[in-house]
């Protein structure tokens, strides 16, 4: 059985009265500078300039004849299916219950209230479905495959819990090709390689962060505990990076280097009062430190896929630097 469910975060083009509505709101609330709004409707403006928005009549212009014969070639149609492939991310593959075999599975009810929409591919405002998730894991016969529509992260620890729910797929929004992405990595037809670009955090922590504060360090006086994998150290749900695969991979660093020192320019700006501190913007302090890292990734499985590497940096803790 396929599950769906879907955050209350989406892509929606048509936002009516909304953002006047909350954003006079926001100003008088002193959330935010009209000047801050000012400068980003002409951000927006310089943009459509130069997208050639005012250059009279569209179709005109170098990309106004442009239609559904240009874009829906089987070229592009392929590309879509593709894109949509690699961004799925395997969460939970519990016993190995993916992939299905498509000769072996006898009966697959996909349920939902999207279960049968294209809309919801590009992006939406659904709303948290956990009950019917829920339910349909307590009376399930056969295992349950959760498969999450949403544009970032929720907390699902109540499907990660529950062993009838073998499976959990994060899809994002995948365009048009979606569904048929989808059914390639369900039946096995491509392996998931994607991985998160952002860590789930449980519902409790939206209870020590408010949507105002886009502050990234934690703040221990008022117990703001920061954003992003970098510095948010709490519980979670998923981590970044985190990506399952149908096969394994083995890791061999051959060379890397141990350290890199930076030296400080004569000229240098000190920024603290030790001096510890360099100008990102100084290319004469970057010039030359070029590195080679040599790593060796093997598939040990017996299914072909992709590895995503990921290389962190840790400078030297100035600023209380991640």
């Known amino acids: 059985m396929i599950g769906r469910t879907f955050d209350s975060i989406g892509l929606d083009l048509n936002c009516g009265a909304y953002l006047g509505k909350y954003t006079e709101g926001a100003v008088k609330a002193g959330l935010v500078n009209e000047s801050a709004i000012d400068r980003a409707i002409s951000n927006n403006f310089a943009t459509l300039m130069r997208l050639g928005f005012f250059d009279g009549d569209p179709s005109k212009q170098h990309y106004g004849k442009l239609g559904p014969k240009d874009v829906c070639t089987p070229t592009n149609q392929e590309l879509a299916r593709e894109a949509a492939r690699q961004g799925i991310v395997l969460l939970k593959n519990s016993q190995g219950s993916l992939p299905l075999s498509p000769t072996a599975i ?9 279960a049968n929409t294209t809309l919801t591919m590009i992006g939406n405002y659904e709303g948290q479905q956990q009950l019917l998730v829920t339910e349909i894991a307590s009376i399930s016969k056969g295992p349950v495959i959760l498969v999450i529509m949403s544009r970032g992260g929720m ?21 048009e090709a ?49 954003r992003t ?3 948010y ?27 890199v020192s930076i030296p400080l320019a004569n000229n240098h700006v ?34 072909s896929g992709g590895q995503t ?11 209380n630097s991640p």
């Open 229 to 231: 994998y970098r510095f």
């Open 106 to 114: 006898k009966s697959l009810a996909v349920i939902g209230s999207n």
């Open 233 to 259: 150290t709490g519980p979670t749900i998923y981590t970044f990076g985190h990506g399952l695969s149908y096969t394994a991979f083995n890791h061999h660093l051959v060379q890397a280097t141990k350290l």
């Open 178 to 226: 979606g569904g048929a992405a989808i059914m390639d990595v369900i039946f096995g037809y491509y392996n998931p390689s994607g991985r998160l670009p952002m860590s789930w955090y449980p519902q409790s922590y939206t209870k020590n962060i408010q949507m105002t504060n886009m502050n990234m360090r934690p703040n221990p006086f008022t117990g703001y505990p920061g």
């Open 309 to 319: 590497v990921f290389l962190f940096l840790s400078p030297p803790k100035v600023h």
């Open 270 to 303: 000190c920024h603290s009062s030790n001096c510890k501190s360099i100008d990102v913007v100084d290319e004469q302090s970057c010039r030359n430190l070029n590195f080679n890292i040599h790593l060796r990734v093997r598939n040990t499985g017996k299914i």
């Open 155 to 175: 907390d699902v620890q109540f499907a990660k819990d529950i062993d009838k729910i073998t499976s959990i797929l994060w899809v994002g929004y995948p365009g």
